[in-house]
Structures are given as C-alpha cells and as structure tokens.
C-alpha cells in the first residue's frame, strides 16, 4: 500500500508505527499488535476491528498458508461488500486478457483449477455485475454448479466503419485514401488498427509521407510493414 491510501489511518506516529510492527514481529503476534494499534486509529478502523478484522486475524492464527489462500476471494469479497453497502453504489468488474492464467502449463487436467478462484468471487459477489473479456468462451458451463445458467457469452465482431475511420482520425490520419487502405486492410480489428497507427507514425518520423500501399492487403502484410519501420529501443537504468 502506499502512504497515500491508508485512508482508515490517522496520519504521522501511527502510520510508522503500523509499518514498524508489522515488520519487526512474527505472523502469530500480529493481531495482538493490530489491536494496541485500534487504540489511536480512526473511527472507521475501529469500527471495522471491532465488527470483522479482530475474529479474521485471529483466525488466521490457526490456519495453514494453503488455507489462508483459499480464504483470499472470501475476505475480499467482504470488503467489497461491505463498501457497496456504505455507498450505496453499483459495483461492475472487468477481468480482460482472461487466458492469459493460461499462458504458462495448459492441461485440461488442471484448466478449471486456474480460475477457480474467479468463480469463488462471482459467487460471493452475485451482486456484481462481471465483464470478462478474452479470446475464448468461457467454458464453466461444463462444470456441475449450473453456471451456464448465469452466463450471457457474446461474439465480439469487427468493428463499424464509421467507428474505425473515426479512430485514425484522432490518431491523426485523415487522407481519405490512406484511411480506406487501412479500414480494407484491418478487416476491423482493434488489434491491427492499432498497429496501422503506429505504422503511419513511424512512417512520418522517417521524413516520408504514408501512401495508402504502405497498408493495403492482408493483416500479416501489416506486420511486415510495422517490423521495418519500427526502430530497436534501447532502455538505460
């Protein structure tokens, strides 16, 4: 956490002090620290010590590390909960890039396990509205909890012309012809219409101006053209 967001502490002594306990005493005396520290906090930590935090930490004591990370969603889940209920809002959660959990070992003996835990959150949280994005279908229908009848699962298709033309335009592209070359070339995906932008400003930096032959045919051909504009970067630490 940075200093900025310990909104349920006062400022000065008691902030160093919360950082100073934590760090200098073993897990197992942690919440009898956290208790002596209630004593200057504000109302707001007070009153969630006294009605939740004190019996969670103190039932952490007895639990293994497995246990405590199987209990993460949940805890989690309470406090998001407990703020809808204090601001009286609507609360909406976007996952995006979802197969990436899959990236590294994919077996269908171990794919449910992999977001098991997004599933315990959805179903802490029914009143949430959950906006997951990837590039495949969710497959939870195949489990036994009836998720398919929670699941509304939609197709993403390209995107309008109106819409794509309106994009290279605030990206700056605005010769009609260069903008039917990369509107043809796209087929209206997001993914190559960013890199025909980054494209056509890489070809303005090298002192030449775009034609619309620089991104006519296919989507791979943009890729080509992005590799041999495009300059190595060099980061120095």
């Not at 906090?41 to 007070?46: D, F, G, M």
């Not at 995906?189 to 932008?197: E, G, I, S, T």
């Not at 890729?223 to 504009?229: A, D, F, G, K, N």
Request: net charge negative.
């Amino acid at each position: 956490m940075q200093r900025e967001e310990w909104s349920l502490l006062e400022e000065g002594a008691l902030v160093t002090g919360a950082v100073t306990t934590v760090a200098d005493i073993p897990f197992v005396d942690a919440p009898i620290k956290f208790a002596m520290l209630t004593v200057k906090a504000s109302r707001r930590l007070k009153e969630w010590w006294t009605k939740h935090g004190q019996q969670q930490l103190y039932d952490l004591e007895g639990m293994t590390p497995n246990d405590i990370q199987d209990r993460l969603p949940m805890f989690w889940a309470e406090d998001l909960k407990r703020f809808m209920r204090r601001k009286s809002r609507p609360v909406a959660l976007f996952l995006d890039t979802y197969e990436a959990l899959w990236e590294e070992g994919r077996t269908e003996a171990t794919f449910f396990g992999r977001d098991e835990w997004v599933r315990e959150l959805v179903a802490h949280l029914p009143e949430v509205l959950w906006v997951v994005a990837g590039r495949e279908k969710l497959r939870w229908g195949e489990l036994p909890d009836d998720w398919e009848d929670y699941l509304e699962q939609h197709l993403v298709g390209q995107l309008a012309r109106s819409d794509i033309r309106r994009f290279l335009a605030s990206c700056g592209i605005v010769e009609d012809e260069v903008q039917r070359s990369i509107v043809e070339g796209s087929a209206g995906v997001p993914f190559y219409l960013d890199l025909a932008a980054d494209t056509y400003l890489e070809i303005k930096r090298s002192r030449r101006e775009p034609v619309p032959e620089d991104f006519g045919g296919t989507q791979p051909k943009l890729l080509l053209i992005s590799s041999q504009t495009s300059k190595p970067q060099t980061l120095a630490v």
